[in-house]
C-alpha cells in the first residue's frame, strides 16, 4: 500500500514561489509515476504535470510550462513541485498523485493520492 | 490538447436509483479513462480504470463502459455514501485531462 503525505499548508505574496513535498511510503519512488494535480477552491481537478512512463521524462501541462517544476529526491522517496512566479488564480489545494504498476502495466490513472496541500497567495 | 466533456453537470437522484454520466473525448484515447469520487475536502478517489476495470475494494454497483470517444460511469443502486462529485480523466500522448465533474445530489 501506497501512502503520499504532504507539506503543510503556504500562504504566499504574488510574485513569491511556491515548494510542496509528497513524502512516500510503502514503495520506493523509483517504481510509481508521481504526478501534481491542482484544485481551486469550488472547481475541478486540474492536472499540473509528472513522469510519463511511456519515455521517461517529467511532463508538464502547457499551461503551466516554465513556471512549474518537478523533481524527486529517490535517497528520501521525496517528491517536490515548486510553482514560481504565483499570483492570486493559483490559490489551490495541491494535490500529488500516483501511478502504480499492475501486472507489469501502467493504468495512467492516479490509485494514490496525498491529503493536499492548500496554497494561498494573498497580498 | 484533448478536451473532456462530462455530463450531467449536477445531477439530483434517490436512494435505490440507477445514475450514469457520461464523459466524451473530443479525439479518440482508446481505453485510457479513469473514474474518480470526490467529496468535500477530501482526495479523489479512484474507481475505475482503462474504462471498466474496477479498482480494489470499489463496491461492484459502479461500472464503466465505453471506447473511444464516449464513456459512461453507472452506478447501479445508488447509496447514501455515493452523494458525492465525479470526475472523468483521459491520457493521451503525455497528456492528462480532467473533465469538469458531476455533482450527484440527494433528490
Known amino acids: 500500500q501506497v501512502q503520499l503525505v504532504q507539506s503543510g499548508a503556504e500562504v504566499k505574496k504574488p510574485g513569491a514561489s511556491v515548494k510542496v513535498s509528497c513524502k512516500v511510503s510503502g514503495y520506493t519512488l523509483t517504481e510509481l509515476s508521481m504526478h501534481w494535480v491542482r484544485q481551486a477552491p469550488g472547481k475541478g481537478l486540474e492536472w499540473m504535470g509528472g513522469?510519463?512512463?511511456?519515455?521517461?521524462?517529467?511532463i508538464y501541462a502547457q499551461k503551466f510550462q516554465g513556471r512549474v517544476t518537478m523533481t524527486e529526491d529517490t535517497s528520501t522517496d521525496t517528491a517536490y513541485m515548486e510553482l514560481s512566479s504565483l499570483r492570486s488564480e493559483d490559490t489551490a489545494v495541491y494535490y500529488c498523485?500516483?501511478?502504480?504498476?499492475?501486472?507489469?502495466?501502467?493504468?495512467?490513472?492516479?490509485?494514490?493520492w496525498g491529503q493536499g496541500t492548500l496554497v494561498t497567495v494573498s497580498s | 490538447d484533448i478536451q473532456m466533456t462530462q455530463s450531467p453537470s449536477t445531477l439530483s437522484a434517490s436512494v435505490g436509483d440507477r445514475v450514469t454520466i457520461t464523459c466524451r473525448a473530443s479525439?479518440?484515447?482508446?481505453?485510457?479513462l479513469a473514474w474518480y469520487q470526490q467529496k468535500p475536502g477530501k482526495a479523489p478517489k479512484l474507481l475505475i480504470y482503462?474504462?471498466?476495470s474496477l479498482e480494489s475494494g470499489v463496491p461492484s454497483r459502479f461500472s464503466g463502459s465505453g471506447s473511444g470517444t464516449e464513456f459512461t460511469l453507472t452506478i447501479s443502486s445508488l447509496q447514501p455514501d455515493d452523494f458525492a462529485t465525479y470526475y472523468c480523466q483521459q491520457y493521451n500522448r503525455a497528456t492528462w485531462t480532467f473533465g469538469q465533474g458531476t455533482k450527484v445530489e440527494i433528490k
Open positions: 479525439q479518440s484515447i482508446s481505453s485510457w
Open positions: 498523485a500516483t501511478d502504480i504498476l499492475r501486472f507489469l502495466e501502467w493504468s495512467y490513472s492516479f490509485d494514490y
Open positions: 513522469f510519463d512512463p511511456e519515455d521517461g521524462e517529467t
Open positions: 482503462k474504462a471498466s
